[in-house]
């Protein structure tokens, strides 16, 4: 853990190597990152449980804009969701880092190097120049199966945005915001594209028995989210 490394307290955003100038994600001065070892010392990666299996990982204090990660307990053992931006070394291993898009790694590369544990990230995404400084064991490109969790190819918000479903919880990050009346379609990256890959989501959860909704900043249930989702995509 010896390699420079800084984190944007605006947004959470992890920089490798050598200080930039701004944040190459949300764009202020320098003056507002901390070196990665200041946040492990500032900021406690703590858990919230969704239900017996799945806990929300956020920072307390909460580091910026940071997207909450997901950790699941699965038969052959811990795996998350995304990652948290802040590196806590006392955290209890996972086996693999599954990421919905590129726009939050997190402290990805140090959990990785830590635990040894597998970072996935679709192709297309891990081609994006803010992904390339990371570290990715798999660049997978269609739908998969592992460790009881599907993973479904959506697009849209990046490249290579993908949403996992584990048991009855959908795993649907910052692709549409928040839940409720007013959600609305991220609105960074193509919005034709975000929206023409929106009826793949629907697509996927048609039929299934699901009760909650994992978001960036949210857990919602998910028949009202549902409805909200297709009345958004209705607009």
């Known amino acids: 853990m010896e390699s420079e490394q800084w984190v944007c307290i605006v947004c959470g955003y992890n920089m490798i190597g050598e200080m930039p100038d701004v944040c190459p994600f949300c764009g202020v001065s320098h003056e507002q ?15 919230h449980r969704v239900n017996n299996d799945v806990t929300q990982l956020l920072s307390v204090p909460r580091l910026g804009l940071e997207h909450a990660a997901y950790r699941i307990e699965t038969q052959d053992g811990g795996v998350w969701i995304d990652c948290p ?13 599954y990421f919905t ?5 997190g402290a990805s590369n140090q959990y990785r190097e830590l635990w040894d544990a597998k970072v996935y990230l679709h192709a297309l995404d891990a081609e994006q120049p803010l992904a390339k400084p990371f570290p ?8 998969f199966v592992e460790h009881g969790i599907e993973a479904f190819y959506i697009g849209g918000h990046s490249p290579g945005f993908t949403i996992y479903i584990y048991d009855k919880v959908l795993f649907i990050c910052d692709y549409a915001f928040p839940p409720g009346q007013n959600m609305r379609f991220n609105p960074f990256g193509s919005q034709k ?3 023409n890959r929106a009826s793949r989501i629907l697509e996927v ?16 249930e998910f028949d009202s989210w549902h409805q909200d989702f297709k009345r958004l995509l209705d607009k």
Do not use: M
């Not at 990715?136 to 739908?143: A, K, L, N």
């Open 85 to 97: 931006s802040a590196f806590n070394r006392d955290l209890d291993p996972v086996q693999a880092i």
């Open 193 to 195: 594209e975000t929206r």
């Open 205 to 220: 959860v048609s039929g299934r028995s699901l009760e909650i909704v994992c978001g960036y900043n949210f857990i919602t």
């Open 136 to 143: 990715v064991d798999h660049r997978f490109t269609d739908d």
């Open 33 to 47: 990152f901390v070196s990665w070892d200041e946040a492990e010392r500032t900021y406690r990666v703590t858990p």
């Open 101 to 105: 898009h590129k726009d939050f790694l």
